[in-house]
C-alpha cells in the first residue's frame, strides 16, 4: 500500500535558524498537503500543492512538490517560538480517493529563544 | 460553524469494554475518516468513508467498527477494548469541493488500562 516517509522526525533549532522538513512517498501522489499540530492541538491544513515541481509560498514557509510528484519539502526561514509543532505531509493517492490521505510520521520542531 | 465535533474528549476504559466515540460534521462533507495518533507513528488511518451507507478500511482497522448512517455522522466503535487501544484519535471531514482538505476534530483521548 501506499507509504509516506517523512525525515527527520525531530528537529531543534535555535531561534533565527533554518528549518526544512522533507516528505517521500513509495507512490506518485495526486496531490500532497502539508499540516501543523500544537502541542497538545490538532492537525490544522496549511498548504495544498497540486502540480509537478510547484513552488508555493507563505511568509516565511515555502512548500515544494517534486518533479516526480512522490516527494516534498517544507522550509521555514528564520525560525520563531511559533513556529513550534510538529509538520506533517500527507498524500493522496488518487484524487477521486477523498479520505483517504495517508500521513507522513511528522518532524517535531522546538525553537529555542 | 462548529465544524467536526467529536465526544467524548478524554475517557478511560477497562481492557474488554466497548464504547462509542461520536464524530459529526456540519460542513455537508462527503469524505470524513478516523485517526489514531501514537508517539513517533503519526496519524494512522483507522477507516474512512466516501459517503452515506460506504465505508472502507484504513492501515489499522483491526478492533474498529464504523458505520455511516447520515452525512453527518460518523461513529468509530470499540469492540473490545484493549491496552494496545491507548491513542489520541480524531475524526476528520473533507471534500472534493474544498479540494480535499482535511479538517480535524480536536481529539479525543482514549486510556485502556
Known amino acids: 500500500g501506499q507509504q509516506v516517509m517523512q525525515i527527520p522526525q525531530y528537529q531543534h533549532v535555535q531561534e533565527g535558524e533554518d528549518f526544512t522538513t522533507y516528505c517521500n512517498s513509495s507512490?506518485?501522489?495526486?496531490?500532497i498537503q502539508w499540516y501543523k499540530q500544537r502541542p497538545g492541538g490538532h492537525p490544522v491544513f496549511l498548504i495544498q500543492?497540486?502540480?509537478?515541481?510547484e513552488v508555493k509560498k507563505q511568509k516565511r514557509l515555502t512548500f515544494q512538490f517534486g518533479e516526480a510528484k512522490k516527494n516534498s519539502s517544507l522550509h521555514i526561514t528564520a525560525t520563531q517560538t511559533t513556529d513550534v509543532g510538529t509538520y506533517f505531509c500527507?498524500?493522496?493517492?488518487?484524487?477521486?480517493?477523498?479520505?483517504?490521505?495517508?500521513f507522513g510520521q511528522g518532524t517535531e520542531l522546538s525553537v529555542k529563544p | 460553524n462548529a465544524g467536526v465535533t467529536q465526544t467524548p474528549k478524554f475517557q478511560v476504559l477497562k481492557t474488554g469494554q466497548s464504547m462509542t466515540l461520536q464524530c459529526a460534521q456540519d460542513?455537508?462533507?462527503?469524505?470524513m475518516s478516523w485517526y489514531r495518533q501514537d508517539p513517533g507513528m503519526g496519524l494512522r488511518l483507522i477507516h474512512y468513508?466516501?459517503?452515506?451507507?460506504?465505508?472502507d478500511q484504513g492501515e489499522v482497522p483491526n478492533g474498529y467498527n464504523v458505520s455511516r448512517s447520515t452525512t453527518e455522522d460518523f461513529p468509530l466503535r470499540l469492540l473490545s477494548a484493549a491496552p494496545s487501544q491507548t491513542s489520541v484519535y480524531f475524526c476528520?471531514?473533507?471534500?472534493?469541493?474544498?479540494?480535499?482538505?482535511?479538517?480535524f476534530g480536536e481529539g479525543s483521548w482514549l486510556t485502556v488500562v
Open positions: 460542513m455537508n462533507h462527503e469524505y
Open positions: 468513508s466516501v459517503g452515506a451507507g460506504i465505508t
Open positions: 500543492l497540486v502540480k509537478s515541481g
Open positions: 476528520a471531514s473533507s471534500s472534493t469541493g474544498s479540494g480535499n482538505t482535511i479538517y
Open positions: 507512490t506518485t501522489l495526486s496531490n
Open positions: 500527507a498524500g493522496l493517492g488518487s484524487y477521486n480517493q477523498g479520505g483517504k490521505l495517508i
